[in-house]
């Protein structure tokens, strides 16, 4: 019986220890996200274990089971991938890999089929169900980030330095890097791309999250998550803008403003003028900065801010 319980202990050591070796390789600041694939990990051969467990009795349980979770996992796509809210409730910097449930609904699931199909077929499935569960938790380290260079402006309207972007997916990078320098931590569009796990296809916002959180430890401030009603907003801010898919062909904002249904687009709010005008802080390179009028924001914004705080103030 002893050897039963080293041989957990001891696979346990043995993956921490990887996954040490793989963090030292990108840099301790990514270390966390690697730590949060551990645990993701475990966690999902728990799942696993569980679904056998459930599915053991008769076959209609089984088969409920396997019907309710892929209908879990629609609506958990549906309704609750990619929301950034989450980080509320849960305020890691790994948020991006521990607060994905679809490898521990793919390995449940696993565990259910591993019951109900006999022969090779359960091996096929199953391990097609692993595959899934595993790519769908690791796929944000496995980003392309784009290259980078160094490209700053001063707004002398706004009196701030701006982190123009250089690459058509790193307005959010852009966007960290100048709300980090409002606040006196140096960072670089590059850096920040490579924190916030940016893709060619642009950055999640848990990635921006992750970003973030990782530039302000060990400092005074840390990051919260805003959304709900355009008076929360209180500039510097980072927010997520861009026109609904379903908008009219003859939008002023895609007639005029020339922005595109269903793109969406990082900038910072900054303040608000003495006329009453937002400040907005663009990092595309042929705008920088802007004055939008109340309304603008109202149609634009997506609903989703990130700013820095105190840190007295998140507890």
């Keep these: 019986s ?49 679904g056998t467990r459930l599915a053991r009795g008769h076959h209609w349980i089984g ?64 391990t097609a169900l692993w595959i899934a569960g595993l790519y769908a938790v690791a796929s944000p380290l496995l980003a392309n980030t784009p290259a980078c260079s160094a ?63 990782a530039k302000t430890r060990d400092t005074p401030w840390d990051v919260v998550v805003l959304s709900g009603s355009l008076k929360d907003l209180r500039g510097p801010v980072i927010i997520s803008v861009g026109l609904p898919h379903d908008v009219a062909p003859d939008s002023y904002y895609r007639t005029k403003w020339i922005w595109n249904p269903g793109e969406e687009h990082s900038v910072i709010l900054l303040g608000i003028n003495q006329k009453g005008l937002l400040q907005i802080v663009d990092p595309a390179p042929e705008i920088r900065g802007e004055t939008w009028f109340p309304q603008d924001l109202g149609v634009l914004w997506r609903g989703q801010g990130m700013a820095l705080v105190r840190r007295e103030a998140t507890r």
């Design 63 to 126: 088969n409920g089971l396997a019907i309710a979770t892929v209908l879990l996992t629609i609506l958990y796509v549906r309704f609750f991938w990619d929301d950034i809210r989450l980080a509320r409730f849960v305020p890691v910097s790994n948020l991006i890999i521990v607060g994905n449930g679809l490898p521990l609904m793919s390995t449940f699931l696993a565990g259910i089929v591993w019951r109900r199909i006999r022969h090779w077929r359960r091996l096929v499935a199953v």
């Design 151 to 213: 490209n700053w402006e001063t707004i002398d309207d706004f009196g701030v330095r701006v982190c123009i972007q250089t690459t058509p997916a790193t307005c959010t990078p852009a966007c960290a890097a100048t709300l980090l320098g409002l606040y006196g931590i140096d960072t670089t569009e590059a850096e920040m791309a490579r924190l916030c796990l940016t893709s060619r296809n642009g950055t999640n916002w848990a990635g921006l999250y992750h970003g973030l959180k």
């Design 2 to 50: 002893g050897r039963l319980h080293r041989e957990p202990a001891d696979l346990l050591e043995t993956l921490l220890r990887v996954v040490r070796i793989a963090a030292s390789h990108w840099g301790n600041i990514l270390q966390d996200l690697y730590l949060g694939l551990a645990l993701m990990t475990l966690v999902s051969v728990g799942t696993f274990g569980l």
